[in-house]
């Protein structure tokens, strides 16, 4: 089994900027190259952990270039770092490279964009536990919602090195198609054989795709789609898993519809994580507390992000 890597060694590191890639309108692909420690730190990184960035000393990009809905928000001062899940990382000779997705949003990921090659940035990682591969699965339903295919596209390049036996699938849903965080999608007749994502083509791996507008794919929400496919599929529940990332009221009903088909969920919590390693208590997630009607607290960053979810209050 895949477990959990709470115990892999984390610290605080320089990485060096080696990429930083606009693949959408608002969406950004950030490479950080770590040697070192750093580098044997992250090379042993699973999918579903996380890194804290900080941003305070990055500039701001031109004045004319930023957004005007982020003009006012864009002054103000970064104080505390930010957290981003892993979309890939590779070992090559002494070096790890990471890469981590990223959506202009705020002062903190427009600052970001100004990263560039040869550029540091101060990294505090890896943190939190990771997704879990129990071994008697077959099945990989892989659901992401918006930015929360970063570490699903991580998660989907494991499962093609280490779990070549399991059959995956990919939802990716978004409220249009420009509003997907990939950099092309396949031709029609891809789309067609159920490949409609490179990224996880790349993987061999199916992606099937859902916006709420229709743009692209299966017009509606990612969790109907995901519904009406195991409504079709001839699958044992016991040997199926699901996998979820994504806005939280979506993660609450792929949580539902993983429990009316009796089948295994994880899903990647999201919440502002300043510390990152469960001091400052700010990222509560509310838990059922085993063999009790009660509920407790868990705290994102350290006993996530990842989470069973029927064990999630949402």
Known sequence: MMGNCSTVNKGVFSAAVCV?????????????????????????????????????????????????????????????????????????GQKSLVEIL????????????????????????????????????KTALLVAGGMGAGPLLFLAKLFTEDFTDIDVTVFAGAKTAKQLPFERRLDKLSQRLGFSIAEFAGYGIKSLVATDDGSMGFAGLVTDYLSRWLKKADLAGERTIIYGCGPEPMLAKVAEIADSFK????????????????????????????????????????????????????
């Open 20 to 92: 930083n890639k606009q693949i959408g309108h608002e969406f950004y692909r950030l490479g950080l190259e770590f040697s070192g420690g750093a580098a044997a730190a992250f090379a042993a990184a699973r999918p579903g952990q996380f890194l804290e960035l900080d941003l305070a000393d990055v500039p701001l990009p031109s004045t004319e270039t930023i957004p005007a809905d982020l003009a006012d928000a864009s002054c103000r001062d970064i104080l505390l770092r930010r957290p981003f899940s892993f979309a890939n990382v590779d070992t090559k």
């Open 102 to 137: 990223y959506r202009v949003v705020g002062p903190a990921t427009l600052r970001m964009t100004t990263l560039s090659a040869s550029d540091s940035v101060s990294v505090i990682g890896p943190l939190g536990n990771d997704f879990r591969v129990p071994e008697e699965k």
């Open 263 to 314: 089948i295994d969920c994880q899903v990647s919590m999201e919440r502002m994580m300043a510390c990152g390693i469960g001091l400052c208590q700010g990222c509560a997630v509310e838990c059922k507390a085993a063999d009790s009607g009660d509920t407790i607290y868990k705290m994102c960053c350290k006993d996530g992000p990842v989470f069973e979810a029927g064990k999630v209050v949402f």
